[in-house]
């Protein structure tokens, strides 16, 4: 069993950056796929950015409502998953979910879409303020 924790969420005026972390225990965390999907009051959860877990070639997905903004990143020796915030807009505004899959993921569709994981993390809310 795995557990991820979100963690870096907070208040940040419009333009502003924030990190979050998603922190995960457990064995073989270098060959999850990892994602970052968020979900706004009254709207469904959305995918926001994934990368691939260890292998020749890293790949990174990000949805275009973020491109060019986000970044999202990995540290295998620290069990932890990124998501680099930068240019935040107020329709940013959400819970952030961290989630993890144990097996290799095939296509874009695998990689976006909130079935495909099978952990997540409880959440971490972002706020930006125009």
């Known amino acids: 069993q795995v557990q991820l924790v979100e963690s870096g969420g907070g208040l940040v005026q419009a333009g502003g950056s924030l990190r979050l972390s998603c922190a995960a225990s457990?064995?073989?965390?270098?060959?999850?796929?990892m994602g970052w999907f968020r979900q706004a009051p009254g709207k469904e959860r959305e995918f926001v950015a994934a990368?691939?877990?260890?292998?020749?070639?890293?790949?990174?997905y990000y949805a275009d409502s973020v491109k060019g903004r986000f970044t999202i990143s990995r540290d295998n020796a620290k069990n932890t998953v990124y998501l680099q915030m930068n240019s935040l807009k107020p329709e940013d505004t959400a819970a952030y979910y961290c989630?993890?899959?144990?097996?290799?993921?095939?296509?874009?569709?695998?990689?976006?879409?909130?079935?495909?994981?099978?952990?997540w993390g409880q959440g971490t809310q972002v706020t930006v303020s125009s």
């Open positions: 457990g064995r073989a965390f270098n060959t999850y796929t």
């Open positions: 989630a993890g899959r144990p097996t290799y993921c095939s296509g874009y569709k695998c990689y976006t879409t909130s079935q495909s994981y099978n952990y």
């Open positions: 990368i691939s877990g260890s292998g020749r070639t890293t790949y990174y």
